[in-house]
Nanobody, 125 residues
Framework: QVQLVESGGGLVQAGDSLRLSCAASGRTFSNYAMGWFRQAPGKEREFVAAINRSGSQTNYAESVKGRFTISRDNAKNTVYLQMNNLKAEDTAVYYC??????????????????WGQGTQVTVSS
């Protein structure tokens, strides 16, 4: 199995950028599609972005498309979320997750069984 630890969250101003990292333990990182999700206070957790095992395919929620970029480095067992032009509505706890399912199932934010503990991102307006 893979254990996930997020980092890189913080307090920024609207328009700023932030890069989240998610370090995975274990030697099978490249066997998993990876995703980023977020949960704002009083709201349900929502899908943000996903990347397939090799890093050749990605998918984004409409709300972040064009501003966020997901990437991965399988040699470093790490997945990243580059967040640009942050908005107040991006404030949330951000979680990375791993899916052993097919890309067909993982691309839309489904079938993620392994989760990190989350990192807080706060964007002041």
């Amino acid at each position: 199995q893979v254990q996930l630890v997020e980092s890189g969250g913080g307090l920024v101003q609207a328009g700023d950028s932030l890069r989240l990292s998610c370090a995975a333990s274990g030697r099978t990182f490249s066997n998993y599609a990876m995703g980023w999700f977020r949960q704002a206070p009083g709201k349900e957790r929502e899908f943000v972005a996903a990347i397939n095992r090799s890093g050749s395919q990605t998918n984004y929620a409409e709300s972040v498309k064009g501003r966020f970029t997901i990437s991965r480095d399988n040699a470093k067992n790490t997945v990243y979320l580059q967040m640009n032009n942050l908005k107040a509505e991006d404030t949330a706890v951000y979680y990375c997750a791993a899916s052993g399912a097919s890309w067909y199932n993982a691309v839309g934010g489904h079938a993620y069984a392994l989760w990190g503990q989350g990192t807080q991102v706060t964007v002041s307006s």
